[in-house]
Every structure is written in C-alpha cells, then in structure tokens.
C-alpha cells in the first residue's frame, strides 16, 4: 500500500524492517515533543518483532519525503465491548517539525483510516495531550468528534530500560 500524498517529493507507505533506525529516532523526537520520558535506547529491537513478525501486534505507517523519513503513525486492532467490534487505536502520530503544516498530517491519517478498515475496525480512536492546541485543530479539521475522559496508566510490571 502506497499512497501518494500529491506531493511531488513523498508518499505513505508501510514501514519497513530498514525503517526502524529512523523510526526509532522519530518516536523520540515525539516523545520529547510531548514531554514523556526518553524511549528506551534499544526501541528499534523491541519494535521489530511487533511490528514485523508472523502475526504483528501492530503496523507503522511513515511518510516519506526525498528519501527521508519525517513522519509516522502506529496503530493496532483494539475490542469495543460496547460495540461488539474491532476498532483501530491510533497509538501515534508524528511529523518532524519541518514538515508539519504540508499535508503530511492528513496523509497519514487518511492512510491508517484505510488501512484499519481494511483490517475490519469499525472507528479509529486515538488521544493527544490536552496542551495540544495544534493537534487538538488538526483533529477538529478532519472532523474526528473528541471524547471527555481521563487517561490513567497503571504499572503491572517493573519498566525495562
């Protein structure tokens, strides 16, 4: 699946095992644009099983541009109890502060639209920091409706860093 983003320079395309170097620094990049702590030095050895074997966990989309990554968005097939169907957890979404404002965004998020109903989601749902007035109008923008929840996390299991 590739998807032309009408741009001349870049396209959406499934992440490749050669991605992960990049997307790696990515994801810290965003982890740092979102004021979360560092990612793990050896995420591109713990993403390349769920991202790439037999049955993966989860799928990367990047966005390309002259050969370069500068942006990507994860997602996985989540259970709605209350619908009684699979939907499509945008886990994230990123674009290099360079290229944001050009489209990539959007391309992005069309592509993983696609491809979670090609996989059989029924909706695709996601979170971004309340702080995030960008995001929170880009999301506006496409017509996404925000829910009013809390988000908790709780431990289960000592971090591995």
């Known amino acids: 699946m590739l998807k032309d983003t009408g741009r001349p320079d870049g396209l959406i395309r499934p992440a490749t095992p050669a991605d992960l170097p990049a997307i790696a620094g990515l994801c810290a990049d965003h982890a740092a644009f979102e004021r979360a702590e560092p990612v793990p030095p050896d995420l591109a050895a713990r993403l390349e099983p ?3 074997s037999e049955g ?5 989309l990047v966005a390309e541009s002259k050969s370069e990554l500068i942006g990507y968005a994860t997602f996985s097939l989540e259970f709605s ?10 886990d994230c979404l990123f674009v290099s502060e360079p290229h944001r404002g050009g489209g990539w965004g959007r391309a992005l998020l ?3 639209k696609d491809a979670a109903a090609s996989r059989g989601a029924a909706a695709l ?33 000592p971090a591995e860093h």
Do not use: M
């Open 125 to 157: 749902q996601w979170q971004t920091p309340d702080w995030n007035a960008d995001a929170i109008r880009f999301y506006r923008g496409v017509e996404a409706q925000a829910r009013h929840k809390v988000r908790f996390s709780l431990p289960v299991r």
């Open 50 to 52: 769920v991202l790439f």
């Open 81 to 90: 109890t209350w619908q009684a169907t699979d939907y499509a957890h945008l």
């Open 110 to 112: 069309s592509s993983v």
């Open 56 to 60: 993966p966990r989860a799928w990367c």
